[in-house]
Structure formats: C-alpha cells, structure tokens
C-alpha cells in the first residue's frame, strides 16, 4: 500500500499534472495541499474517472487540502475541532483499507510568515490545537498517518543552508519542539526511517534556481504511529513533477506500507 503527500499550489491550474501522476504511480492514498479553489470547483468527477473517491475542505485563493483514495472513505473531519479557524488547512478521514481501517489526517500547516510576527503567533497556537487533536485521534485510531505540507524543516539535515537560514522561518526552535512533540506522541518520520541521500529537499523557490541548483527544504511529510512503524518499507520524494512545465513547488512524497 502505497501513501503520498503533495502540495500542488493551485489544483486548478496543475490538475492535469496530478491525474497524469497518479496514472503512472497509483497510490492508495494522496493528500493534497494548497488547492487554491472552492468546494464547489473541487474536480471530484475527474477523479472517480481515474478511479478515485474524493473528500475536500477549500478556499477561494488560498489554502484548501484534500484526500483521493482508491477505497472508502468515512468518519470525515474538516479543520480541527473547537480551533477557530477561517483558513481550510485540515482533513481527516478513516481509509477503509483491505487490510483494516486507516485514519488519515492531511494538514497544510500555517507557513507563519517571519519570527515575532503575528502570523508566527497563529502558526504556534495553530501547532498546538493540531497536537491535541492529533493526540485525541490517535486515541481512537491508533493506525493512523498524519501527512502534509508541514512548513517546518526537522533538523538541519532537511535544509540547503542551515547556519545561513538558522532561525527564520521554517527552521526557528519553536517550530522544530512542535515537530517533535507531535513525534513524542507516538509517531515516526517515515522518511527518516531509512538511509536517505544528503540534500534530498521537497521543496524549491521558483526564483534563483531554485531547482536546478538543488537549494531546497524538506517540508512535506509523512509521520506513521506506532501500530504502522514496523510496516514502513519505502519512502521516498518524486523529484520528477518540479520538472513539469509549469510545476508547483513541491514535490510529492512516498510512503510505501505491507500491510
């Protein structure tokens, strides 16, 4: 069983690129991020053409995730419960897998602008409604997978420039402890779980080649419980979409389950 996340910066303008991509990888299961459209403009037909269900929470312009699955869905939830919140940056939902129940949780996590501003402020408070949630749903599915566009770089590892990038955005303290705290609560970074090449990114600024000179950051993610650790065998970043004409810029990510 194959799990993917991936932010597709606008699903309207890159949906041929995402069908294209599950054509030649059909995952199980892909989370997508930043669909910049409305409910009512989600392409769920297009999907069920190429075989999939589709559950969306959108937003005009900005925001929005969504869960494509080859197999049922049920147990929806949209945005973290008793969390105020205008933007669409959550959905959960239970994979009726032939193998059991899977709850997944698919999260565009705030990007928090710079340190000491307000937009940082939302982005903590925003981290620390996801970690009770997380932790109350793991509770209650203890096979569960929380993916998405993290706007958190783990480590230095998972960044181009380390010591020249050390405590802006992505990389502050702050936002590494609340990495690891969702960690603490029983999960593992899938990617993390094998050998992984040195510089191996997510993610590239359009601007300054970014790309092509591989200056890039980790900030998608796939983190499996407990139940799921030992049935992780693969996990890997598909470089080939941010070669796409017009691509977003991300990449997406893999995870591969035996279950």
Known sequence: MQIATWNVNSLAVRLPQVLAWLQANPVDVLGLQEL??????????????????????????????????????????????????????VIAATV????????????????????????????????????????AELAAHPRLVLLGDFNVTPDDRDTWDPDGLRGTIHHTPEERAHFRELLSLGLSDSFRLFEQPEKTFSWWDY???????????????????????????????????????????????IATLAL
């Open 96 to 135: 009726l897998t032939p193998a059991g129940e899977l709850r997944v949780i698919d999260g565009y996590f705030v990007n928090g602008q710079e340190p000491g501003s307000e937009k940082f402020a939302y982005k903590l408070r925003w981290l620390a409604a996801l970690t009770a949630f997380v932790r």
């Open 207 to 253: 601007r300054m080649l970014g790309f092509q000179k591989n200056r890039g950051m980790r900030i998608d993610h796939i983190l499996v419980s407990d139940a799921l650790h030992s049935a992780v065998t693969a996990c890997a970043i598909d470089r080939a979409p941010r070669k796409n004409k017009q691509p977003s810029d991300h990449a997406p990510v």
């Open 36 to 89: 910049k459209l409305t409910d009512d403009k989600f392409p769920h037909d297009a999907f069920e053409l190429a075989g999939y269900q589709s559950v969306c929470l959108g937003q005009k312009t900005y925001n929005g995730v969504a869960l494509i699955s080859r197999h049922p869905m049920q147990d929806v939830v949209r945005n973290i419960p008793g969390f105020e919140d205008e933007q669409a940056r």
